[in-house]
């Protein structure tokens, strides 16, 4: 009976219905006991973490207690029932984290005990759980002492029942137990290791013993012991010290390298190895009947884990033993018998033919994993010998010594009536089985596989730069002169009649082919194009240059086609090649001409109608949909990638496949149908870049209308088809509106404002109505006008949702959407502007900036498209206006915003300029805005903005008004700095030197406010003068760059600052042009470049950085020339230099035009000064 969660459990009822006869109680018995032990666990662990009082309904267990639970769940591991068995072994993981460490420790002494017991052989399996479970949920504080419990046990367990005899015979009782026993303890000491072995002095003490106790099970005649030995030493491995792991991988070689090599070269390496080191005896006895596959292996493991570790002389003498049973000789051995067998191995004496030829097959496999381990884990260490790894790897590669590829024949210059016959042999080789009835035990393909594992090793360990893959060339064949590079043998070998192999090898040119992509992306290397090169510049210039587009683009494409021309099996080979032809498009030049996307558009054709095929029917529906999908993922690509010549695309698609991606919007599985969408939604984009006339569209727009329409308005459909239809209906509408009939572009106009309404797909709805909008904008064709009333109406009520992406989506779809209205149109309703502007006016505050720039954004756009709305404006939307322009967050976007609106309704008539004045002097009245330099420089631009907007008679009268109201010895401090500031940002847009005696008047302002006593003051009166010679360069400049001759000190950066104002300022004007001014601002700059003042030079280098951006062809020379300078004052002009450029380079300076003084520059981390340095 299960009690209540809240009840205390009666440990003792428990206890004796655990020893009940029926196998149900002690089921139930047993599962109480677990959910009791759960709960007193998790009620301890509370106790401990918040110290608080026991609880009475889970009271404390005591030692007696504890006692007879662990031995009633010990006594159920052996219990008859194995369900009980289950829920046991599942409590003693729970028990473990209860009892006290005395408790753990006896628990952990019987397990093993029991484990290692010959006459428990038939639970055995429960004991090694149990054990398992312990080593892994015992706290960490127990694990020394549980593991100086068991280390020893286990490693005498080991060596005890080993039998490393070849002659034993294992299907014997005795042999059997014993196995079980060591594969047993292999385990446990495994975990023991993982988890505790490098904290646990107990193990640490035990290494080498376990070490030399796993070494000889490498000598079993059981490969499963050997293998369970490898991967506990692999695991020994990474917490063993240094000089173990170097006597470990010396045993493993010396054994290895008694090993006489496969076939005659490798043999004959072997030959050669053992008489120049003759003297050499092996390091232990005890792995002299290892078997050497398990050695290799076991080698291969290690370096896995800790290749890292390992020292050059390893790799060093690993290397060519490994090339021994690989030599690449003997793969080109026309001579070769798979059935020669290894008479020097001692494991090999005796073996039959099969088995022999199985041992050389497991052997090469082995190596060449032990090659892709090296490659991966120790890369700089393997680099030496790469060359011969992979000159290795592409011979056993194409190692097929029972079948007759005829590579030699594999000419250009072969005819097709060849080739096709050679296509239809190998599809009959892929589909008869009673052809290949002799071939059904020919294992080679395993050799072949993992040499192109080796191979796709090679790819990653050179990713970053996988130029020579395909320029250095190896011999195709022992003894021949055609040679290959890896890039070539793999393509070559797409032929490959193995499907596992042939799908390796399109997945490992694949990658590389990406990798290469990416490398002429980061600058690595180049990829020539298609369209333009010039092979001797390049080369002179140093780079590497891969050449796709002479013979490998189309030798890619032509091995791709026969993979998807196979009319029987292949699936996995097809999803490569397409795979492949994707990746291939984003290389220059992509599939290549006309000729070659012709014929991958029609082998797309035959997959996307298999279902109609009699002859594909057979295959399975996943498969078949799956391939559609990533066909279509394909001709997407090729349509979006812009590396193929659109005209081609347009020519070839219309008529091929245009009307298959249709039927596939109509298939069953909702990823076809979504990926046909997204084709269709390329297909308007490239009609237009493929200059296709008029009959075309008209063509194609009702196709794609027919296929999108029904889709477009279904309700009950997947939410990818449902956004992806409505990708694909904006794409129509905004580039085909032309090619539509005015029924079409109202029905879907409807459906786009039905799913506006829908809240599953609002937000893709908004993306298309805003992308639609757009479109309208820069066309007469496209009028939304008919659903503009309610679209606008269902987007301004969106704007009063939580969802801040909502609000975003909907505030740029009414900016979009507002500008494609009429200055007047009788449809509209008026009163719905209201509602609009009195919800954008709320969403308008400082708390989020990005959604207050697209509100103002907005009312800008309503304003500008109905300039009756001014009232509206004003009353909705400018109050929060003004709150806004007094806030010390306001700046980038939103800033520029509100100016825009505040610009347009003062050029509107919304509000006159005088008033809008007051309302933003009255803004420096609100309490805190006094101090912050941030709002008054907010305020003057507004001030400023709308001053340029208004009549010139009134620009003129408030000119003279600011001026006279700037008082450098005034008190107000405020009210003077945002004079300041709003005559030097109106003088930054209107050059006041066309008003009378303006100019004079703001340079004697300007030049009184420096003597300030106030520094706020002086500050803006230089940013001020800086920011008005923009407008008049004439009266200003020369009179800044005249007080600088005097100047120093305090004024002197103050002028400073004002000229790098000006020519900030300057480089954001549209058109502007410097050039005739340079030669007046270099000198005064070239002069202070050694001030002794740390700020002068700041200022300095930042004017020499802003002007390098604008005239680099003048700024620059100086600046190296000044880099050279040897005078007293070097290291002060050599610091300014080096800030100057830095400046430059945040300032987006061309690279071109700096790249030539950039040794010069660099030069200056030679100095001894460290500021010069940094």
């Excluded at 209308?705 to 794409?731: G, T, V």
Aim: net charge negative; charged share 25%.
């Amino acid at each position: 009976m299960s009690r209540g969660s809240n009840s205390a459990p009666n440990y003792n009822d428990l206890l004796k219905k655990t020893e009940h006869y029926d196998k149900d109680e002690r089921y139930m018995a047993i599962s109480d006991l677990c959910e009791a032990l759960k709960r007193n666990a998790a009620h301890a662990n509370s106790e401990n973490n918040n110290n608080a009082a026991a609880s009475s309904s889970t009271p404390q267990i005591d030692s007696q207690t504890e006692r007879r639970i662990c031995s009633a769940v010990l006594s159920l591991l052996d219990d008859s029932s194995n369900d009980v068995q289950t829920v046991a072994v599942k409590t003693l993981g729970v028990l473990l984290m209860t009892v006290q460490e005395e408790q753990v420790n006896e628990i952990a002494d019987r397990i093993c005990g029991l484990m290692l017991d010959p006459s428990k052989s038939a639970l055995r399996d429960v004991y090694a759980i149990g054990l398992k479970t312990l080593v892994e949920t015992v706290p960490d504080s127990m694990g020394n002492a549980v593991s100086h419990h068991l280390i020893g046990r286990l490693i005498d367990g080991v060596h005890t029942n080993s039998n490393t005899s070849p002659s034993s015979s294992p299907s014997s009782g005795d042999d059997k137990n014993s196995e079980e026993i060591v594969l047993a303890c292999l385990n446990v000491l495994t975990d023991l290791l993982t988890r505790f072995g490098s904290s646990s002095n107990s193990i640490t003490m035990q290494h080498e013993p376990l070490l030399n106790v796993s070494l000889l099970q490498l000598g079993s005649p059981r490969p499963i012991v050997r293998k369970r030995a490898g991967t506990t030493i692999s695991v020994l491995a990474t917490v063993m010290s240094d000089s173990l792991l170097h006597r470990l991988v010396e045993r493993l070689l010396d054994q290895i390298d008694l090993a006489s090599g496969i076939g005659k070269s490798g043999k004959k390496r072997a030959r050669i190895a053992h008489k120049t080191d003759g003297s050499k005896s092996l390091a232990s006895s005890d792995l002299r009947s290892a078997d050497t596959r398990s050695l290799i292996r076991t080698m291969c493991t290690v370096s896995g884990t800790v290749g890292h570790r390992l020292n050059q002389g390893h790799i060093d003498r690993i290397v060519p033993i490994f090339l021994r049973f690989c030599d690449p000789a003997d793969a080109d051995d026309e001579d070769y018998d798979s059935d020669e067998p290894m008479d020097t191995d001692d494991v090999m004496a005796g073996m039959g033919e099969e088995a022999a030829a199985a041992m050389q097959i497991e052997l090469r496999e082995s190596c060449f994993a032990g090659f892709e381990s090296f490659v991966l884990r120790c890369p700089a260490l393997i680099r030496p010998h790469l060359d011969q790894i992979v000159y290795s790897a592409l011979a056993y590669m194409r190692f097929d010594p029972n079948y007759t590829y005829d590579d030699d024949d594999d000419d250009a210059e072969d005819d097709e009536e060849e080739e096709e016959e050679m296509e239809e042999e190998e599809e009959d080789e892929y589909s008869t089985e009673d052809d290949m009835s002799d071939e059904d035990d020919d294992n080679n393909w395993k050799v072949r596989r993992s040499a192109i594992r080796t191979l796709t090793a090679v790819v990653e360990a050179t990713k970053h730069d996988p130029s020579k893959l395909w320029i250095d060339e190896f011999a195709w064949r022992q003894n021949s002169e055609k040679k290959t590079t890896v890039a070539g043998a793999l393509v070559n070998r797409f032929k490959e009649r193995e499907e596992n192999c042939r799908v390796d090898i399109i997945e490992c040119f694949t990658r590389l082919l990406s990798y290469t992509v990416s490398a002429s992306s980061a600058g690595v290397l180049v990829l020539a194009s298609c369209t333009s090169m010039d092979d001797d510049a390049l080369a002179a210039s140093g780079a590497v240059v891969v050449d796709l587009r002479s013979n490998v683009s189309s030798a890619i494409v032509k091995a791709t086609e026969k993979q998807l021309s196979a009319k029987k099996g292949g699936e996995r080979s097809k999803s490569s090649a397409i795979a492949l032809l994707s990746t291939l498009c984003l290389a220059p030049g992509g599939i290549g001409s006309s000729e070659q996307i012709t014929s991958v558009f029609r082998h797309v054709k035959t997959i996307l109608n298999a279902d109609d095929d009699a002859n594909t029917r057979r295959h399975t529906a996943v498969n078949s949909k799956s391939l559609k999908l990533e066909a279509l993922c394909l001709v997407r690509i090729m349509l979006s990638c812009k590396k193929h010549d659109a005209l081609d695309i347009k020519s070839t698609l219309l008529p091929i496949l245009l009307s298959d991606i249709c039927k596939c919007v109509q298939e069953d599985w909702y990823k076809v149908i979504s990926e046909a969408l997204r084709v269709l939604m390329e297909i308007p984009g490239l009609l237009v870049l493929g200059s296709a006339t008029k009959a075309e569209k008209d063509e194609v727009a009702t196709s794609l209308y027919d296929a999108i329409e029904p889709r477009l308005s279904e309700h009950d459909l997947d939410q990818e088809i449902k956004e992806c239809a409505l990708s694909a209906s904006a794409s129509l509408v905004s580039v085909l509106h032309a090619s539509l009939s005015p029924d079409q572009k109202n029905r879907i106009l409807t459906l786009l404002l039905d799913r506006l309404k829908n809240d599953t797909t609002r937000i893709a709805a908004i993306k298309t109505l805003s992308k639609v909008g757009r479109a309208a904008k820069s066309s007469e064709d496209l009028d939304l006008t008919s659903v503009m009333n309610e679209a606008l109406e269902q987007l301004a009520l969106l704007l009063r949702q939580q969802s801040r992406s909502l609000k975003q989506s909907a505030l740029e779809c009414i900016d979009t959407l507002v500008l494609c209205l009429p200055e007047s149109d009788i449809d509209m309703d008026e009163g719905l502007f209201d509602s609009v502007l009195k919800d954008l006016g709320e969403i308008i505050a400082d708390t989020d900036l990005h959604i207050c720039h697209l509100s103002l954004s907005a009312s800008n756009s309503i304003l500008k498209a109905r300039p009756s709305t001014g009232a509206l404006v004003k009353g909705h939307v400018l109050p929060a206006s003004l709150e806004l322009s007094k806030s010390a967050l306001l700046q980038d976007p939103a800033l520029t915003s509100l100016l825009n609106l505040l610009e347009q309704m003062v050029a509107s008539g919304a509000i006159g300029f005088d008033e809008l004045h007051k309302l933003l002097e009255a803004q420096m009245a609100g309490d805190g805005s006094k101090g912050s330099k941030q709002v008054i420089s907010n305020l003057a631009q507004c001030i400023a903005t709308i001053a340029v907007t208004s009549p010139s008679a009134k620009q003129e009268k408030f000119m003279k008004s600011t001026i006279s109201a700037i008082k450098p010895s005034s008190t107000d401090v405020a009210a003077t700095q945002l004079n300041l500031l709003v005559s030097g940002n109106f003088g930054r847009k209107v050059d006041v030197s066309k008003m009378k005696g303006v100019a004079q008047s703001m340079q004697k302002i300007y030049f009184e406010s420096f003597d300030s006593s106030n520094e706020d003051i002086k500050h803006a009166a230089a940013l001020a003068l800086g920011r008005a010679s923009v407008g008049a360069i004439d009266p200003f400049l020369p009179a800044l760059l005249s007080a600088l001759e005097g100047s120093s000190g305090k004024k002197q950066y103050l002028l400073f600052s004002s000229l790098r104002e000006f020519i900030h300022c300057y480089r954001e004007t549209e058109g502007s042009d410097l050039s005739s001014s340079v030669p007046m601002l270099l000198p005064p700059l070239e002069m202070n470049c050694g001030n002794e003042e740390e700020g002068v030079r700041a200022m300095v280098a930042e004017c020499l950085g802003a002007l390098a951006c604008l005239e680099p062809k003048a700024i620059l020379p100086v600046l190296q020339k000044l880099a050279t300078d040897d005078s007293d004052k070097k290291v002060h002009i050599h610091w300014t230099v080096g800030n100057a450029v830095k400046f430059a380079i945040g300032g987006q300076i061309n690279p071109t035009e700096l790249a030539p003084f950039m040794p010069t520059f660099l030069e200056l981390l030679k100095e001894d000064d460290l500021a010069v340095k940094n």
